[in-house]
């Protein structure tokens, strides 16, 4: 689940008080590949290959289960060797193609049994909560003073798509 920060700092602030401590921002860039005709996308599935500092992985999401309040994927990502030149090279000649490039500014810590991370995108800053279990998520929501149901689980490329056709301007 993700939540827009109007001020990050505040919550950076919350963080610490509840002991967790971001870690330095990591630059991430995030290619997501379909073939032509947009077959993946077309039945909810996402495959990417992302830059993340000097890590290089490759992540396939499925389709979304029908988790009422948060967005629940499967994930399978692994981490490969080499550059991502190549790699999207290699995946080029299997037929797929980068549909769509992001970058962002990452900060994770843990918040119990949840992943919390800062991105910093040109579009905005959002908190994306991360949990194994819909009551970690609420747990993790709860301490940070968050609102469940004002929670966004819309995908970064869904956020980015809103915000560039003007129907989500900060």
Known sequence: MKFRLEAPERMVSRLRELGCHPGPPVEEVSYLLDYPGGSLAATGRTLRVRRSGRRLLLTAK???????????????????????????????????????????????????????????????????IEAASPEDLSRACRLLGLDMDRGETASYPELMARYESGRDVP
């Open 62 to 128: 499925g389709p979304r289960a029908d988790t009422p309040g948060a967005k629940d994927r499967r994930e399978v990502e692994v981490e490969v060797g080499g550059d991502a030149e190549a790699l999207l090279s290699l995946l080029a000649m299997a037929g797929l193609r980068p549909g769509l490039v992001y970058r962002r500014s990452r900060r994770t810590c843990r918040l119990e049994k949840a992943t919390v991370c800062l991105d910093s995108m040109d579009f905005g800053t959002y908190m994306e």
